[in-house]
């Protein structure tokens, strides 16, 4: 079925999920408890793997240019929380955020391919993508055809991934599936395979603009593809979860979800991020409880 | 351990492209969760425990120590029936039963059983607490299992006992009397409901006798019974030994016993009431194949062995302790199974994040290690992940063999502990054969996507419970028990209600 020699590895790598098997594991690891020290290191290691992000019509180059201060230094009097790993904003957005970070560290990652639906001709989403590349974007978070994917042309899903992959040249590649239009849990695992055989560093779950957005489960069957493609390979690819983080307690399951299905050398912000937005205060306001032992007022917290 | 920051300055954050990783990245950064101990404050324990009988504490002239397996430390004393005593028990329930039990309306019966549930309900903390420490199975699972299902059974049971006509339609039925109850230490609280319940529910009195290593909550469970208003001799709660047991088994006024434990001493049961018109159910042994068929969700199948085997330390008649695997996934499953088996986390059974807790008794872990042991001298290749065990208590680390023959000792004896084979098979017929060819048909799991093979499968093993893409699923309404020396009658459902009645 599969006419691309690349896709023959695809069933050798066992493509079947259960959905029942899936929550059932997910929910337990949500379950884990951390506390103290670990929550503590948690929070700073989850705010250090934040692509902290805003994809709106409105976007400006103000709103933009106060996330990018809010990246750099999310608490004001607390040198020990680290910066975020990187903005993720529109491709017209790519200058003011690279000139707000520059030196800093954060890297700046752009959306493109026609994001969020991914509608249009593959030769104008390869255009886009080295468009943002040449204006300075270190990271590409593009969007797979779902399209043509559902419609099991597979062979198209790994050609466009591929082609994007090529455009990239030294910028890095995150793949989103729109886990939300895939709908089975089947088809998101044959997605990550293909988009990791094609080229991609990093896989992402959503765009945020479709619900339901990333979940645990979705993750989870993300993160075994991942680890069964690294099995298999020996190549080591990152994780993105995006879009419906927003409590501490989440991103520390995520965290958990990480640590017990790919191990320890995956946490770190090189393979695993969190695209998210109102998730950071949050995270702060936890420290701070951590630190003070009283919740603050979410007016201490900046927004942006 | 804790998190230990990053030495260098997070500067260089690139990242590397789908190549090879790991060269010149700085000091690997260790997350570990923190200790997170349940906490035992609000538990109400005695120093000892005296015998239950007619609604009474009452003292008898032995006692022996019930010891935390997690550190050997005594946590209380219980009270070691004797003959006496437990013609005491049984007299006591007789009289209840002549009295009060049989004339109380099923309606009223129910209300008793719902305020138990509901009480149990409100003191579930202390329950699965104390359930841990006495018996070494982890804090999450005496949690979210033993105690959840255990009152799940007595709010099940309590919504039966004034529709019983209607359960058994146009059949004529009556109540038993004193009932002996016999229950092990693997599911000390779950398995007394189990058992109470469904006795109550149809109008019977009932003398039980907990498990030597674990009678702490069965003696909670008294408590509960008190506060509920129970009537005096209703139920009797004994612990103690063989002898106890063996008493109540041959006491006379007994009319039927529902026992769980081995298959040795149940047939030691059976033995001694043969000849008499005692009913019998008997729920027993096992060697549980889990078949992993080609075309299953692997990573979802690798969960349902982990949980099949290593689920309450492999304490669990039912666990799917043979793992059948097709030929041509064999690898890819060990691999799988080994990388799993170390993130498994084993210590103390009160901390929150532990998976596998301690074995609940010295002589239990003898016996492990012995089987263990017989297993490796018979050429068996067995896998342990690297972990670092307590010092004080009784601990056998999560193991598997891979290269075990149906002939050998480990493939053919319950073990009873976190220890599984790794069989293979070649077709679905094989599978079956294989599957089937044991003394014991208590329990089976099924792991494919096809949903056709699924049926198949399911008809031709002989247990009396199989699962398919699951394990050790628990329902009051689904019947459980077994088929040859597993046992026979049925606990939970409608089944397990036929069986505390005379028709």
């Known amino acids: ?304 | 351990m804790t998190f230990r920051e990053k030495t260098s300055a997070p500067a260089d954050r690139s990242i590397t492209s789908g190549g090879s990783r790991g060269n010149g990245t700085a000091k690997k950064a260790v997350w570990e969760y923190a200790p997170s101990a349940e906490s035992t404050e609000h538990i109400q324990l005695r120093d000892r425990y005296d015998l239950f009988i007619n609604g009474k504490w009452v003292k008898t002239r032995k006692y022996f120590p019930t010891i935390n397996p997690a550190t050997e430390e005594k946590i209380a004393e219980a009270a070691w029936a004797s003959k006496v005593d437990v013609n005491r028990a049984v007299l006591a329930a007789e009289k209840a039963y002549n009295n009060v039990w049989s004339k109380t309306s099923p309606k009223e019966r129910a209300k008793y059983i719902f305020r138990i549930a509901r009480i149990m309900q409100e003191k579930a903390r202390e329950f699965a607490v104390i359930e841990t420490m006495d018996g070494g199975k982890p804090i999450k699972e005496s949690k979210s299992v033993d105690v959840p299902l255990a009152l799940a059974h007595f709010f099940y049971y309590a919504g039966w006992a004034d529709k019983l006509k209607y359960a058994f339609p146009n059949q004529q039925f009556s109540s038993i009397g004193v009932v002996g109850q016999i229950i092990p230490w693997n599911f000390p609280l779950l398995m007394a409901a189990w058992k109470i319940a469904p006795a109550l529910a149809c109008g019977n009195t009932v003398v039980i006798k907990s498990a030597e290593t674990t009678p702490l909550t069965l003696y909670k469970l008294a408590e509960v019974f008190q506060e509920a208003g129970l009537p005096d001799g209703v139920v009797n709660i004994l612990s103690g030994a063989g002898d106890t047991g063996a008493a109540i088994v041959n006491h006379p006024k007994v009319k039927k016993i529902a026992f769980t434990g081995s298959t040795e001493v149940g047939k030691l049961i059976m033995r001694s009431v043969a000849g008499t018109s005692k009913k019998l159910t008997m729920e027993l042994g096992g060697k549980a194949a889990n078949i992993i068929m080609e075309d299953a969700p692997i990573d979802q199948a690798i969960e349902g062995i982990i949980n099949g085997i290593y689920f309450n330390q492999g304490h669990v008649c039912c666990a799917g302790s043979r793992l059948f695997v097709q030929e041509s996934i064999k690898q890819i499953v060990v691999k799988k199974l080994k990388h799993r088996l170390k993130s498994l986390r084993v210590g103390d059974p009160l901390d929150k994040n532990t998976d596998v807790g301690a074995i609940n008794s010295k002589m239990q872990l003898k016996k492990i290690t012995e089987l263990v042991n017989s297993g490796v001298d018979e050429g068996c290749t067995l896998y342990q992940p690297e972990c670092r065990l307590p010092d004080k208590g009784f601990w056998f680390k999560p193991s598997f063999f891979t290269n075990v023959a149906q002939s050998n000792r480990i493939a053919q004896e319950e073990i009873f502990g976190p220890v599984l084979s790794v069989l293979t098979f070649r077709t679905p017929k094989e599978a079956i054969e294989k599957a089937n060819n044991t003394q014991y048909g208590l329990s089976a799991g099924i792991w494919t996507d096809k949903g056709s093979k699924i049926f198949k499968m399911v008809g031709a093993i002989k247990a009396g419970v199989v699962w398919s893409n699951t394990y050790n699923k628990f329902n009051p309404a689904s019947p459980f028990g077994g088929y040859k020396e597993s046992g026979f009658g049925r606990e939970g459902g409608l089944q397990g209600l036929k069986e505390y009645l005379n028709f």
């Open chain 1, 1 to 304: 079925m599969n006419m691309n020699p690349a896709l023959r590895n695809l069933d050798s790598l066992h493509p079947a999920v259960d959905e029942t098997g899936v929550k059932e594991r997910a929910a337990a690891i949500a379950g884990r408890s951390v506390k103290k020290e670990s929550k503590v290191a948690a929070i700073k290691m989850a705010v250090s793997m934040i692509d902290l992000t805003t994809l709106e019509g409105k976007d400006s180059a103000g709103k933009v240019h106060a996330m990018c201060q809010k990246a750099k230094f999310p608490l004001e009097g607390a040198p020990e929380i680290p910066h975020v790993a990187a903005v993720c904003v529109y491709p017209n957005l790519i200058r003011t955020a690279k000139s707000a970070l520059e030196g800093s560290g954060v890297k700046v990652a752009s959306v493109a391919t026609s994001f969020p639906s991914g509608q249009s001709p593959m030769k104008l989403k390869v255009e886009e993508v080295r468009k943002v590349v040449q204006m300075g974007a270190d990271e590409v978070d593009m969007v797979i055809s779902r399209g043509e994917f559902l419609e099991g042309n597979y062979d198209y899903t790994f050609k466009e991934v591929q082609a994007i992959k090529e455009a990239c040249g030294e910028a890095h590649l995150k793949v989103i599936l729109e886990t939300g239009e895939l709908e089975t849990f089947d088809n998101v695992r044959r997605a990550s395979l293909i988009s990791m055989l094609a080229g991609a560093d990093f896989i992402k779950t959503s765009t945020g603009k479709v619900q339901p957005a990333a979940t645990l489960p979705v993750t989870l069957v993300m993160l075994e593809a991942i680890r069964d493609f690294y099995n298999e390979t020996g190549k080591i690819i990152g994780m993105k979860p995006a879009g419906g983080i927003k409590t501490t307690k989440d991103a520390i399951s995520y965290l958990c979800l990480v640590k017990e299905t790919l191990g320890d050398m995956w946490l770190t912000p090189d393979l695993f991020r969190m695209g998210a937005s109102s998730l950071l205060n949050d995270l702060l306001m936890q420290y701070r409880k951590e630190q003070s032992g009283v919740y603050q007022s979410a007016e201490y917290f900046t927004n942006d």
